[in-house]
Nanobody, 127 residues
């Protein structure tokens, strides 16, 4: 069964950090691009970050620029989102997703670009 599974969410105080993981099961992630998204209460899904299959192109939404870092470890078939200096407005369900399409990095913010999605992991930032 082909799956993409996020983990690492939880409750964290403002200013704290979390590291989210996204693990591919029964398929090779070496040939896909990765996007991280989130959806907060009453909000639309927001594209947060992107990393391409060559591990060279990365993009970040303004809301997380300078605070979040995307990375990948192909040997572990795992992708990460390191989140620092978390704010209450970062509270959301976070999703990772993969895209096998090439030369579409210019549309990285669009959920429709991605074929496979994880189940989501909840992040709550509160004191």
């Amino acid at each position: 069964q082909v799956r993409l599974v996020e983990s690492g969410g939880g409750l964290v105080q403002p200013g704290g950090s979390l590291r989210l993981s996204c693990v591919g099961s029964r398929f090779d992630l070496e040939n896909v691009d990765i996007g991280w998204f989130r959806q907060g209460p009453g909000k639309e899904r927001e594209g947060l970050s992107y990393i391409d299959r060559s591990n060279r192109r990365t993009y970040y939404a303004e809301s997380v620029q300078g605070r979040f870092t995307i990375s990948r470890d192909n040997a572990k078939n795992t992708f990460y989102l390191e989140m620092n200096n978390l704010r209450p407005e970062d509270t959301a369900v976070y999703y990772c997703a993969t895209s096998a399409q090439e030369n579409t990095y210019y549309s990285w913010r669009s959920p429709g670009l991605y074929e496979l999605w994880g189940q989501g992991t909840a992040v709550t930032v509160a004191s």
